[in-house]
């Protein structure tokens, strides 16, 4: 059985409290799209070098091997952190999160291609909500307030097109 | 002390991240997508308590001498590019009900949705990726390198950790408000 989730406030103050370990300890904070550009880049190297060669990819290529990047590590220790709490609160469980009475098809599809979409978008904003919005925005730098903003202000004006998919 | 390259601190960090994001229920889309049909404020709260610790954290901690919040890498500031990537990234937020970090919560709890924003953020890291070159004049506009609100505002630091604090506490009071009404 499912246990319920722990209280919001309390839940983001210890997600604070890791970040905050994170910058004292690293002088960083913590990411998440980071990973997957380091991932994407050895991938597409193996896959076609010759389109991998732009300074962009250039530059997580030359970094060093993508298994050992250190935010691909640090997201690595997410789903595993991830993992082990759904496992512990009875939440493991193989299925398609939706809303009752949509296809699976169709979420699966509508997960897909907003992924495609925030894989843009972090890529044009040097991060997402967690290398932006979370850590940059602790730190108070202006553009990651500025990516929060627009996509707060994104979020909620594309919702009302999203009713048939979230009623 | 600088461990910017542990990479067995780098798996501690994120053990510690995925869990707390999975203890909140942000593995849950339909969670998440509350959060913009205003049923479930649960990402505001998440996200702002975490952003307001860790904020007065360093903020405490480098006035009492105790760590050198100059150390810590600000993000770069593109006005520009951020702007346009947060409304690009904002619709594929809503459209998800995921984000990049929870899309691995949800994938770690067995989520195929989770594992579908995943795959999808790859190849749109890819395609942004390619396309690099023809982008690289986005970045050229409101670029100020490390800029901070104090900075663009003209005010002290201290004087922006209490007004974001407030800031804070005042959606958390309209978001319980707004829950709780008839």
């Known amino acids: ?167 | 002390m600088n461990f910017s390259n542990s990479l067995p601190l780098a798996l501690v960090i994120g053990i510690g991240f995925g869990a707390a994001l999975e203890m909140a229920g942000l593995g849950n889309a339909c969670k998440l997508a509350g959060q913009f049909t205003l049923r479930d404020f649960t990402v505001l709260k998440v996200m702002f308590s975490a952003i307001v610790t860790a904020m007065l954290g360093s903020f405490w901690l480098g006035r009492l001498g105790l760590a050198d919040l100059g150390a810590f890498y600000v993000p770069d500031t593109f006005l520009l590019a951020q702007g346009i990537g947060g409304l690009v990234f904002g619709a594929g937020f809503a459209l998800s009900g995921l984000c990049p970090g929870t899309s691995c919560v949800a994938l770690a709890s067995g989520r195929l949705d989770g594992l579908a924003a995943a795959g999808g953020m790859l190849g749109g890291v890819l395609l942004a990726g390619l396309a690099m070159p023809a982008l690289a004049a986005v970045y050229r506009t409101g670029a100020f390198g490390s800029y901070t609100l104090p900075e663009a505002f003209g005010l002290p630091y201290g004087v922006v950790v209490a007004l974001v604090t407030l800031l804070a506490l005042g959606m958390f009071a309209l978001a319980e408000q707004w829950e709780r009404r008839p």
């Open chain 1, 1 to 167: 059985m499912a246990r319920p989730y722990a209280n919001p406030y309390l839940a983001g103050m210890a997600l604070g409290g890791v970040l905050l370990s994170c910058f004292v300890l690293t002088g960083q904070g913590l990411g998440a799209s980071g990973a997957f550009a380091s991932a994407g880049s050895a991938l597409l190297h193996a896959v076609a070098p010759r389109q991998a060669g732009n300074t962009w990819f250039q530059g997580y290529l030359q970094a060093g091997p993508w298994w050992s990047a250190w935010l691909v590590i640090e997201l690595l220790g997410v789903i595993a952190g991830a993992a082990v709490s759904a496992w512990l609160h009875g939440r493991l469980r193989l299925a398609v999160e939706r809303p009752a009475g949509m296809r699976a098809r169709s979420r699966l599809a509508a997960a897909g291609a907003g992924g495609i979409l925030m894989g843009i978008g972090s890529v044009l904003a040097c991060g997402c909500t967690s290398g932006q919005a979370l850590s940059g925005g602790a730190l108070l730098s202006a553009g990651s307030w500025t990516f929060m903003l627009a996509v707060f202000i994104s979020g909620y004006a594309t919702m009302p097109l999203l009713r048939r998919l979230w009623p």
